[in-house]
């Protein structure tokens, strides 16, 4: 018989009834004492447990037959008191091969149930939708029996008659890799479960490893504290001396600092007066005959510029009295052609007709010459007679002549003036 203090991991439950229990004593991974005689003791396991609930040639919505395999992962809930009551009253020293029977039986029935609700298009393009709907339905049912559906995948999904086939090979494959994935979840859910549980484990070893290392964390603290105040006195009387040490080589280095600034002081005025030497120098043998050169360069430009000034003004008269000069030429020459022109007037009036018939025989040859002009420039012409008329040389003198007699009749249509009778001219044309 087993008594005294009993310890369970946190991958089971410890179920003690007996005396001083109404109901028996759940201790999820912990410890109890079992007091011999009088208080019994199980143990519950509450690992994961992997189902594979497979449904052979089950009618679908549309009547097609089809199988379906799922994978479950299933464990009793250890958290929840009245879940893990339910769960003591209907598995309690039974094997885990019964109790993963029982849940694999509840899923297996809910899912044909689904899968009869479903026709298989919605089964196979909607994986998540079916799988939900088994978790959501068996979920309800296991929670009664203390069981909770930790996750459900739908893995396969297959039939004889080649239905799904003819939906396509590509969608074939996206079941398939669903199924993978969902294996593959349960796996690693089952790998976090025990991870967990060993980190527990050592969790729990190593409290007490934690407080060995407190104690002994203090005592190294306190030993460090006194330490820290020995080596603190021993540091002060060491800074007193070097300090004074540092004080006394602080005033040996400004007594020689003011030496230097004295040597220095006496090196500036001694700078000071060189410079001012070299300034007389300078000032003696470069600045004073630089500044008489510059005097006479500027007495010379002086010079030459009042030369160029006069030199221009000189010209500028003799240019004024040379268009004085012109000037008078000018006035003098059209006030003789004036008198000249008034005295040409003056006999037009007296002489009128006369003085008229004089300019008209002196510009008559002249309009002739430009009306034959011309004709002096045709190497050849050749003259056609209709045997009525003047022939050669005379004919030509004629047409001449004709243009002639015309120029009067034009000079009166553009100027109104009638130049064939010169004796009622009117005098003011003159």
Known sequence: MTWGFQTCGPNEALVVSGCCHKKPLL??????FVWPGIQYIQ?????????????????SGQGVSISVTGIAQVKIQGQNEEMLLAACEQFLGKPEDEIMQVALETLEGHQRAIMGSMTVEEIYRDRKKFSKGVFEVASSDLVNMGIT????TLKDIRDDE??????????????????RIGEAEARRDATIKEAIAEEERMASRLLNDTEIAKSKRDFELKKAAYD?????????????????????????KEENMQIKVIERTQEICIQSQEIQRRERELDSS??????ADKYKLEKLAEAHRNKLIMEAEAEAEAIALKGDAEAFAIECKAKAEAEQMAKKADAWKEYKEAAMVDMMLQTLPKIAAEIAAPLSQTKKITLVSSGDGEVGAARITGEVLDIMVKVPDMVHRMT???????????????
């Open 416 to 430: 109104g003036v009638d130049i064939t009778n010169v004796r009622q001219v009117p005098t003011k044309y003159f």
């Open 228 to 252: 820290v105040e020995v080596q603190t006195k021993k540091a002060e009387a060491e800074l007193a001396y070097e300090l004074q040490a540092a004080k006394t080589k602080q005033r040996i």
């Open 27 to 32: 201790v999820p991974g912990g410890r109890a």
């Open 149 to 152: 559906v930790v996750s459900y």
């Open 43 to 59: 143990r519950l396991a509450l690992n994961t447990m992997t189902l594979q609930v497979s449904s052979v040639n089950v009618n």
């Open 162 to 179: 080649g239905y799904l086939k003819a939906l396509g090979l590509a969608r074939t494959a996206e079941v398939k890799r669903d199924a």
């Open 286 to 291: 470069v600045r004073r005959p630089a500044e």
